[in-house]
């Protein structure tokens, strides 16, 4: 649906010589995705769709095409590759490469993104599975937040949760006394 309103709304635009924005908004386009109105009665229904004006025919015309393409030719959708747990980690690493990029008044931005991040965390984790480096092994950025993620990864850094003037905030820290780790008891 959202790929044949684009389409329509880009050639408008090319037409008009006006901005895709101007002939209709991301965010009307993709009420109209999930409502897929069928008439002009239940388009108009629709918040914000008063604006149409003249074009609210073509949109209907629209939804119909799109609503008529067969399911199998439809675009795909990767499946998700993270479990909820390993998205979670990667937010708490996310947040350690921008403590880390503060700290060493660097960009984030600069460091990497996210796969940057799961590029270095299979590589610390499987350390022979691949034998080039990632970005975030290599050179400066080792030196800034490569080595730092492995001692976090590894215990060597801890994530605390502190207030600091009433905000919480996470703090990384290397202990000077590590934690003692519990004994296991064995029956």
Partial sequence: MLRELVHW??????????PARWVLRDDLMVEMAKRQPKTLDELKAL????ALGGVA?????????ALAIPRDTWPTREPRRDAPEDAMVLKILTAAL???ANESLVAAGLLGGNEDMKELIDHILEPGANPDPPKLAQGWRR??????????????TLLRIVADRGRLRLAFERPTDPWPLPESSED
Avoid: E, N
């Avoid at 918040?47 to 008063?50: A, K």
């Avoid at 030196?143 to 060597?156: E, N, S």
């Fill in 9 to 18: 709304r880009s050639q408008r635009a090319q037409r008009l010589d006006k």
């Fill in 98 to 100: 921008i403590h880390v």
């Fill in 47 to 50: 918040r914000g769709m008063g």
């Fill in 57 to 65: 025919g073509d949109v209907v015309l629209v939804v119909a095409r």
């Fill in 143 to 156: 030196v800034v937040c490569g080595d730092y993620i492995r001692d976090l990864l590894f215990g060597k």
